[in-house]
């Protein structure tokens, strides 16, 4: 996946760019690691 601009997609400034990192990890590893939790409203 292309993480080029994706801070234009978060919905969420605490778990934004956890979850960016979790998406770059994933891209050099290509394996799958655990989702990031977030207790945010936007998420319930």
């Known amino acids: 996946m292309d993480l080029w601009d994706i801070e234009q997609c978060y ?3 605490r778990c ?5 990192e979790r998406m770059h990890r994933m ?3 290509q394996r799958t690691v ?3 939790r ?3 409203e936007v998420h319930r």
């Open 38 to 40: 977030c207790d945010c």
């Open 16 to 20: 934004g760019p956890l979850r960016r």
């Open 11 to 13: 919905r969420c400034g």
């Open 34 to 36: 655990p989702a990031v």
């Open 27 to 29: 891209n050099l590893s």
